[in-house]
């Protein structure tokens, strides 16, 4: 079963950028429609953007014109570039395939801690 690894989270003060990175394992990884999450304390998990097969993203609406999704097949990897962020962007981030049906298991996760 293919597995997702995210990394490059850390601290940033707000109005920074970070860019996260999501490894799979492998698998028919061109054919998947990949999506970033993020689960903050006492919440939720929620999407926060998307990436189709045929690359054709979308957002929600609180990350629009900040946040930017985008995949590399021949490595493997999607990857999330999020700009002017702010302490709400703070939380876990996880990457994992959009459909509930054939979603692998949720990794560990990549923390983004917005502070000054």
């Known amino acids: 079963q293919v597995t997702f690894v995210e990394s490059g989270g850390g601290l940033v003060q707000p109005g920074g950028s970070l860019r996260l990175s999501c490894l799979a394992s492998g698998g028919m990884f061109s054919f998947y429609d990949m999506a970033w999450y993020r689960q903050a304390p006492g919440a939720q998990r929620e999407l926060v953007a998307q990436i189709n097969s045929n690359r054709i993203t979308n957002y929600a609406d609180s990350v629009k014109g900040r946040f930017t999704i985008s995949r590399d097949n021949q490595n493997l990897t999607v990857y999330l570039q999020m700009d002017r962020l702010g302490p709400e962007d703070t939380a876990a981030y996880y990457c994992?395939?959009?459909?509930?049906?054939?979603?692998?298991?949720w990794g560990q996760g990549t923390q983004v801690t917005v502070s000054a």
């Open positions: 994992n395939r959009v459909n509930p049906n054939v979603r692998a298991p």
